[in-house]
C-alpha cells in the first residue's frame, strides 16, 4: 500500500479531491520470537519515530539510496517501536479512526505485512483472546453497561477498543439530543483473484454475503450494540475466521 508522508495520498475515485491515507510501521519485539528472523539477510538497525524513518541492513547488497548495505524507508507517518503497549499503538493509529467515524466520516484500517509479522495480534491481542474475553464476560456478568471495567485487558488490539471507544461516543451524542444507534458486523474476505472473491458472515454461521455496486454489504446481520457485553460477543465472532497453517505460522489468518 502506498502512502504520502503528509497523509494525503491517492486521488478519490470518480473525480475531485484527495483521499486522506496514511502509512504507520509497527516493530515487532525480537523477544517475541527467540532466534526469530536471526538467519534473514535484512535487519532493522535503526529508527526514528516521529520522523516516520526505518534504516535496514542488507547483507551483501548496496542500496540505491544511502551507504552501501543499507536501505532507508521513509513512507510511514510514524514507526512505533517494539516496546510500544497495545494502548499506545490505538492511541496512535485507531483512536483517530474512530473520532472521524462518529463524525459521519466512512474510514478503513488494513493491517498488511508477512505472515507472522504481528497483525493479529495488532488488530485483536494474543492467540484466543477474543474468545477467551467473551467467555469471562459471560461468568463476571461484567459490560452492561458501557465501561470497559472488567473487559478491557492491556493485551487486548483494535477490535475490542475500538468498539468500546464508538460505544461510549454513541452514548454521548445520545445524551446531547442526537439518535446515535451503533452496529456491528462480522465478515471474513477471501480474495484470490478480482473474479474469484467470497464474503462469509461469521454471525450466521458462514452464510454467504456480497459487496453491491456501491460498495454496500448485503445479507449480512447487523448487530445492534447496546453493552459493552455486545461489543464483547460481535468481537468474539472472529476467532471462526479460517487459519491456515504456514511455513512460519501456524494459524496464519
Not at 13 to 41: C, N, Q, Y
Not at 141 to 148: F, H, Q, R
Not at 200 to 205: A, C, G, P, R
Request: with cysteine.
Amino acid at each position: 500500500m502506498a502512502a504520502a508522508k503528509d497523509g494525503v495520498g491517492m486521488t478519490a475515485a470518480g473525480g475531485g479531491g484527495l483521499t486522506p491515507l496514511a502509512a504507520f510501521v509497527r516493530i515487532k519485539p525480537l523477544h517475541v520470537e527467540p532466534g526469530g528472523g536471526a538467519a534473514s539477510t535484512k535487519c532493522i538497525s535503526a529508527w526514528d519515530e516521529c520522523a516516520g524513518t526505518i534504516k535496514m541492513d542488507i547483507a551483501g547488497g548496496v542500496s540505491r539510496r544511502g551507504s552501501a548495505g543499507t536501505k532507508e524507508f521513509d513512507f510511514a507517518k510514524e514507526v512505533i517501536g517494539p516496546e510500544s503497549t497495545q494502548e499506545r499503538v490505538y492511541g496512535s493509529i485507531a483512536a483517530p479512526l474512530v473520532a472521524q467515524f462518529v463524525q459521519g466520516y466512512d474510514v478503513d484500517l488494513l493491517c498488511y505485512g508477512q505472515t507472522g509479522s504481528g497483525k493479529t495480534y495488532t488488530m485483536f491481542g494474543p492467540p484466543h483472546s477474543m474468545a477467551e474475553a467473551a467467555e469471562a464476560q459471560r461468568k463476571s456478568g461484567a459490560g452492561k453497561g458501557i465501561s470497559d471495567d472488567g473487559i478491557l485487558l492491556p493485551e487486548h488490539g483494535f477490535l475490542l477498543r475500538s468498539g468500546l471507544h464508538c460505544l461510549a461516543a454513541m452514548q454521548e451524542l445520545t445524551s446531547r439530543g442526537c439518535k446515535a444507534v451503533l452496529h456491528g458486523s462480522m465478515i471474513e474476505m477471501s480474495i484470490l483473484s478480482f473474479q474469484e472473491q467470497n464474503c462469509m458472515d461469521l454471525l450466521k454461521e458462514y452464510t454467504v454475503c456480497f459487496v453491491d455496486d456501491e460498495y454496500h454489504l448485503q445479507g449480512t446481520e447487523h448487530m445492534e450494540l447496546r453493552c459493552a457485553a455486545d461489543v464483547v460477543q460481535l468481537a468474539a465472532a472472529v476467532e471462526t475466521r479460517l487459519t491456515r497453517g504456514t511455513k512460519m505460522n501456524d494459524t496464519s489468518s
